[in-house]
């Protein structure tokens, strides 16, 4: 029989916020890799504050996807450029370039999480 557990539901009020680990930007983690019984790698909510960037990677084995809540901005995915504003979504596939540009006047706020996928 399932058991409740006290962590299934989280607020974003009580996540501490941590930078992201391209070090702009921050982001609350509700649930981390070893936190789940899947392939997915980390949900999360983003914040990105006017001018701040995520450099160009890549990540090998891993989809992104990101739902953006408010806020404008660029994503550039393999050198084209997509324009970020509220209620859009993005997948980012595995193994292609790509950055975060927070560059339209306002501050950037999105969720956004990563599935694994066989190398």
């Given at each position: 029989?399932?058991?409740?557990?006290?962590?299934?539901?989280?607020?974003?009020?009580?996540?501490?916020?941590?930078?992201?680990?391209?070090?702009?930007?921050?982001?609350?983690?509700?649930?981390?890799?070893?936190?789940?019984?899947?392939?997915?790698?980390?949900?999360?909510?983003?914040?990105?504050?006017?001018?701040?960037?995520?450099?160009?990677?890549?990540?090998?084995?891993?989809?992104?996807?990101f739902f953006f809540i408010e806020g404008e901005g660029t994503y550039i995915i393999e050198e084209e450029e997509y324009h970020l504003k509220p209620n859009s979504f993005l997948e980012i596939p595995a193994g292609v370039k790509h950055s975060l540009h927070a560059d339209k006047g306002v501050n950037l706020k999105f969720v956004y999480w990563g599935v694994a996928v066989e190398k």
């Open positions: 029989m399932y058991q409740q557990k006290p962590d299934l539901l989280k607020k974003l009020s009580d996540i501490v916020a941590e930078p992201t680990a391209h070090g702009s930007g921050e982001k609350f983690v509700f649930r981390k890799n070893e936190d789940m019984p899947n392939a997915s790698t980390q949900v999360a909510f983003g914040h990105f504050r006017l001018g701040e960037v995520c450099e160009e990677h890549v990540h090998p084995t891993m989809f992104e996807y």
